[in-house]
């Protein structure tokens, strides 16, 4: 659909329009991660219990989970050059905040007043890359370098943040995006220009309390649930509401002219599959990363910057193969890249089963090589599945519950792993690599649900469904059909 902005008037300003967007999607994706090195020198330094090392996490990938669909619609409405100078704003709020954190209460809420500065500047910064490029070919290659900063900052993270921990103390692991964030803001006013969207969509904040109540609910009922035990009635009470939230969702959101989510997209199997990917995936590798970092230093004794670097090999592969497996998904489909991360998973899991204190560190290293792959390969696939066959109306929309599906994946990776674990983190030693073993089951499992996903979501079936999807939305923007219609009755 055209858009509201102004020419860009060289090739040298859209590149340095890409750069802003770059880096801020660089430092919202890098909280998710840097911080776990830091956990250790947290939970020394604020007295920390794990509930609160997981909330430390989760407090801002819950956030960016419950509310990037409702950031994207705003900026729509009311500007997306505004609504992202509010983000890297609030954003760099939130770090100072976290910086200063004299309680664990604290941190926490400034993490979340960080998930709200980063929830309006993952989706707003790619419209703002689709709108800077508007050939298609050019607008393909840009969103290709702005996708590709997700797995890289996922993965240097942990490697700039053990050399802030080692060398400055954690606190400077929330330091360092203020600079970045101050940049950003002035390059921003200069260079970006505003754009909105043709036709904002309306506000629906029945469905994102209902969407907060549904997330907020599992996650905090699952964190809390080793010390309140399952059977606590706070818990089952959680549980209920979040079972009770998804009928209400769906049962309002079809009767919605402007849906929060529009149920349509679900008649897309591989749009389907590409949420449950991006659940499963990260979910993985949000456990990978909790585990790994407290296996590193709790269990072997390493310091952060020496954990850091050995998930060196992790981002290695992603910065040497993303583009590699981006244009192998844009010439030959994402068959391939999520077969074989499906299959990586599930084999760096397996080996993980047999790691102990002891276990010399090449072999920790080589097992490690599996997860980097594992990330490198279903990156840039997720996108692509989601937006399959969608018309260009929609595919925003696509991508970001695309990106609510990362953030929700992560959310329970960290909360479940967390819980999994529980005692034996304190305990450390064997008992630590003993019961972390259920943890790698799981993995194995989201690994081999990753891989039938992947055969699902691009076989001749899938293509079909999504066809059919795509001529529901494309009847609407001709304004042939009820927008209501194909929610109901169809």
């Not at 309006?120 to 298609?136: K, S």
């Not at 993965?155 to 970045?180: E, Q």
């Not at 952060?304 to 040497?320: K, M």
Request: glycine letters at 10%; hydrophobic letters at 55%.
């Amino acid at each position: 659909m055209p858009e509201h902005s102004p020419e860009l008037p060289s090739a040298r300003h859209r590149l340095v329009v890409l750069a802003i967007c770059c880096a801020s999607i660089f430092v919202v994706v890098m909280d998710i991660s840097i911080v776990n090195v830091a956990l250790p020198s947290i939970r020394h330094d604020l007295h920390a219990s794990l509930s609160g090392l997981q909330w430390t996490v989760d407090a801002y990938t819950l956030v960016l989970a419950g509310f990037l669909v409702a950031a994207g619609s705003a900026a729509d409405r009311f500007g997306r050059r505004r609504i992202f100078q509010i983000g890297l704003a609030v954003f760099g709020l939130g770090s100072l905040l976290c910086g200063l954190a004299p309680t664990m209460g604290w941190l926490i809420a400034a993490r979340a007043v960080q998930g709200i500065g980063g929830t309006m500047l993952n989706p707003v910064a790619m419209a703002i890359v689709a709108t800077a490029f508007p050939e298609p070919a050019a607008r393909a290659k840009a969103i290709g370098v702005f996708g590709s900063m997700s797995g890289l900052a996922l993965t240097m993270g942990p490697i700039l943040g053990g050399a802030l921990v080692d060398g400055l103390g954690w606190h400077s692991v929330f330091w360092i995006n203020i600079p970045i964030v101050a940049v950003a803001i002035v390059c921003t006013a200069l260079f970006v220009p505003e754009s909105r969207a043709p036709r904002a969509r309306r506000f629906d904040p029945v469905g994102q309390i209902l969407v907060v109540l549904l997330l907020g609910s599992v996650v905090y009922a699952i964190i809390e649930s080793r010390s309140l035990g399952w059977t606590s009635p706070v818990i089952l009470a959680l549980f209920a509401a979040a079972v009770l939230a998804v009928p209400v969702l769906l049962a309002y959101e079809s009767r919605r002219e402007d849906p929060l989510l529009d149920l349509r997209l679900f008649r897309s199997v591989p749009f389907i599959s590409a949420i449950l990917i991006a659940l499963f995936a990260l979910c993985g590798f949000g456990a990978f990363l909790f585990v790994t970092t407290q296996y590193l230093q709790n269990v072997r004794g390493l310091s952060a910057l020496g954990t850091g670097l050995c998930l060196l090999p992790v981002g290695l592969l992603v910065v040497a193969f993303s583009r590699r497996i981006g244009r192998l998904v844009g010439a030959r489909g994402p068959r391939l890249p999520l077969l074989l991360a499906g299959t990586a998973l599930s084999l760096g899991a397996i080996a993980s089963l047999r790691l102990e204190p002891t276990t010399p560190l090449p072999m920790v290293l080589a097992i490690y090589l599996l997860f980097g792959i594992f990330l490198t390969a279903v990156n840039p696939p997720i996108t692509n599945t989601a937006v399959a066959g969608m018309p260009p109306s929609m595919t925003g929309v696509a991508a970001s519950l695309a990106s609510v599906g990362r953030q929700t994946g992560t959310t329970l990776g960290v909360a479940i792993s967390g819980t999994l674990l529980g005692p034996a983190l304190t305990h450390g030693g064997a008992a630590f690599t003993a019961t972390a073993r259920s943890i790698w089951w799981m993995l194995a499992g989201l690994g081999i649900c990753i891989l039938l996903l992947g055969l699902l979501s691009t076989g001749r079936f899938a293509e079909k469904s999504a066809t059919r999807a795509a001529e529901l939305f494309e009847e609407i923007d001709r304004g042939v059909g009820d927008r209501t219609a194909p929610a109901v009755q169809r």
